[in-house]
């Protein structure tokens, strides 16, 4: 199983939308858990911590499920400038690593 | 606002040639980080500091140095650039532990002909 893993997309939906991306980890040990979001030729920037109870920060939904390993960002009300690609990042416990997934591709459409 | 600064944003060099890349923080952050980014394969960690003169090879170090003489600065260098280093490098920082998010600079994009 891979460290991290995220479906690539792309997705394309309408506006208004919601969209929701799942992320795989393979380590159990892992503590931390953040989303990001990188724009075409940008560098990726945080979107959100992925909290134990789950967080929300607006249209923006993160969940964590420690038993199946995964966590989960759901946009809802999607907007053009949500198109983006998504970043998954874990932490690998106590080895001074955090590990990227590939992304997911998400293109909002009028 | 953490600021993280890459000192060139586009950089052309030859085969054989050694390069530099430069990244400063501005945010007193103890960890720093150095990532290429290439297409279908995602953020790699070549290297990375947690102090001052510190370092820890990432997943792909090899070809690559890097130096950390002072707490703001993280230099990667190319010690003799090949085609395959063409690439977007990314520096980042976060502060001490490792349950920090990174911030990154934006960027340099170095083409190795």
């Known amino acids: 199983r891979k460290e991290v893993e995220q479906d690539p997309g792309p997705f394309n939906v309408p506006e208004g939308a919601t969209v929701a991306f799942n992320c795989t980890y393979s380590?159990?040990?892992?503590?931390?858990f953040f989303w990001y979001r990188q724009d075409c030729r940008k560098e990726p920037k945080l979107l959100m911590s992925?909290?134990?109870s789950g967080n929300e920060d607006g249209r923006f939904t993160a969940q964590l499920n420690r038993a199946s390993q995964y966590i989960s960002l759901l946009i809802r009300d999607s907007k053009l400038s949500d198109s983006a690609t998504y970043l998954c990042?874990?932490?690998?416990?106590?080895?001074?690593?955090?590990?990227f997934g590939k992304g997911t591709l998400l293109t909002v459409n009028p | 606002d953490v600021k993280v600064t890459q000192s060139s944003r586009y950089l052309v060099k030859r085969t054989g040639e050694k390069v530099f890349l430069e990244c400063v923080q501005d945010?007193?952050?103890?960890?720093m980080f150095w990532y290429r980014q290439d297409p279908g394969l995602g953020l790699r960690l070549i290297y990375f500091?947690?102090?001052?003169?510190?370092?820890e090879k990432g997943d792909i170090p090899e070809g690559y140095s890097v130096s950390r003489e002072k707490k703001e600065r993280f230099s990667l260098i190319l010690e003799s650039a090949s085609t395959n280093q063409t690439s977007m490098y990314l520096c980042?920082?976060?502060?001490?532990?490792?349950?920090?998010?990174?911030?990154f600079g934006n960027g340099t994009r170095l083409t190795v002909t």
């Open positions: 980042a920082s976060s502060f001490e532990g490792w349950n920090s998010p990174l911030h």
């Open positions: 380590n159990s040990a892992s503590q931390s």
């Open positions: 992925v909290y134990s």
């Open positions: 990042v874990v932490s690998g416990g106590s080895n001074y690593k955090l590990t």
């Open positions: 945010m007193d952050h103890e960890n």
């Open positions: 500091s947690y102090d001052v003169k510190m370092k």
